[in-house]
């Protein structure tokens, strides 16, 4: 058997997953958003940068990434500011395809409310903590914010 190496290895697999996305995203023959202000496409969008931007401190929190200190702080900042972002997109005109949000969005907002403020609290903490070189405290703070998008997500957010 052929012995690749984990670099190699990750390589396969991200060109693997990236030739996916394109074919999926290609045959899926979503919606046009046609919304004047682009509400959907736009917080989509957003939420992919949210991905982007917590990806290297789940990297740091599972060891596969050293930890520095001026990175992972301005990463912290830099997800802060992005997570207040999405939420005013969700307008009451705002559920139209290609939306994934379920319809609880506009039908609980005090829930879809209170889940925005429970995540914006972890990403608070992981704020905190992302200067301190703490790694107890630091993977716990990434495993939290975890949790929550994954936990918003459970509620508000439809499989595809
Ligand atoms: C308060 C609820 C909530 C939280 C917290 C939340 N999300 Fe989401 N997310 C949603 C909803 C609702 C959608 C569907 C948006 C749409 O399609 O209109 C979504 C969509 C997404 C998408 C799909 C975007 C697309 O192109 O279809 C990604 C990726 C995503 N979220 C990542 C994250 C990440 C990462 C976090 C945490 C850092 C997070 N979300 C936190 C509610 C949430």
Same mark, same amino acid.
């Given at each position: 058997?052929?012995?690749? @190496?984990?670099? &190699?290895? /990750?390589?396969?697999? #991200? #060109? %693997?997953?990236?030739?996916?996305?394109?074919?999926?995203?290609? %045959?899926?023959?979503?919606?046009?958003? +046609?919304?004047? $202000?682009?509400?959907?496409?736009?917080?989509?969008?957003?939420?992919?940068?949210? #991905?982007?931007? &917590?990806?290297?401190?789940?990297?740091?929190?599972?060891?596969?990434?050293?930890?520095?200190?001026?990175? /992972?702080q301005?990463?912290?900042?830099?997800?802060?500011?992005?997570? @207040? $972002?999405?939420?005013?997109?969700?307008?009451?005109?705002?559920?139209y395809?290609? +939306?994934?949000?379920?319809?609880?969005?506009?039908?609980?907002? #005090?829930? /879809?409310?209170?889940? $925005?403020d429970?995540y914006?609290? +972890?990403?608070?903490?992981?704020?905190?903590?992302?200067? +301190?070189?703490?790694?107890?405290?630091?993977?716990?703070?990434?495993?939290?914010?975890?949790? @929550? %998008?994954?936990? %918003?997500?459970?509620?508000?957010? @439809?499989?595809?």
């Open positions: 058997m052929i012995k690749y @190496s984990p670099m &190699l290895k /990750f390589g396969i697999l #991200t #060109t %693997c997953l990236i030739a996916s996305a394109l074919v999926l995203s290609a %045959c899926s023959g979503d919606a046009k958003d +046609t919304h004047p $202000q682009q509400l959907v496409s736009k917080r989509q969008a957003i939420f992919k940068k949210l #991905t982007k931007t &917590l990806e290297p401190m789940g990297l740091v929190a599972r060891d596969r990434k050293d930890y520095s200190k001026g990175e /992972f301005a990463e912290a900042l830099a997800l802060q500011e992005l997570s @207040s $972002q999405p939420w005013p997109l969700f307008a009451p005109d705002g559920n395809p290609p +939306t994934r949000a379920k319809p609880s969005v506009w039908q609980l907002p #005090t829930e /879809f409310k209170k889940a $925005q429970s914006l609290a +972890t990403v608070e903490q992981l704020v905190k903590v992302s200067s +301190t070189a703490d790694m107890a405290a630091i993977r716990q703070a990434v495993n939290e914010v975890e949790k @929550s %998008c994954k936990s %918003c997500h459970e509620q508000f957010r @439809s499989e595809r």
